[in-house]
């Protein structure tokens, strides 16, 4: 669980620095429109991801991992950078942007957030399985 709470904590704390440099850049989450500086935002739990199931199977694992385990593993990674990146996105729509910020069009872009590190953590679970599984 170590390192998924620290993988997770540096996938959260390097979204909310996205959270916060984003409007220093003049880019805000808006209805229906997505800006290309947005689509760089998935860099950070690939990152944070493959990192951090390299590490797991290097250091927890002795070099053998199977898919369900790195699954897993990535699953706990995007759950504790994903709570970290919710609650301070929360508390920077409701203390510091401005009023003409949206929690709907804000949260729109959460859930994009929760289907890539979905479909992150399976390729980066397929990169990483070097262990077989066999069903007899």
């Known amino acids: 669980m170590k390192n998924a709470v620290l993988f997770g904590g540096i ?6 620095l996205w959270v916060f440099a984003m409007p220093k850049f003049g880019v805000m989450p ?6 290309p500086a947005e689509y760089f935002s ?3 739990p690939a990152v944070g991801l493959f990192f951090g199931i390299m590490s797991y199977r290097k250091d927890e694992c002795k070099g053998q991992m199977g898919f369900l385990e790195a699954l897993f593993q990535s699953f706990k990674i995007l759950i504790v950078g994903g709570i970290i990146a919710v609650f301070g996105s929360i ?6 942007s401005s009023s003409g910020d949206n929690i709907k069009d ?3 872009r959460i859930f994009g957030a929760l289907i890539v590190g979905v479909l992150l953590a399976f390729a ?6 070097n262990k077989s599984n066999k069903l007899d």
């Open 30 to 35: 808006q209805k229906d429109v997505v800006s």
């Open 11 to 16: 996938i959260g704390v390097l979204s909310l």
């Open 91 to 96: 508390l920077y729509i409701s203390y510091i």
């Open 124 to 129: 980066v679970s397929l990169l990483f399985t």
């Open 106 to 108: 804000f949260s729109e």
């Open 42 to 44: 998935f860099i950070i």
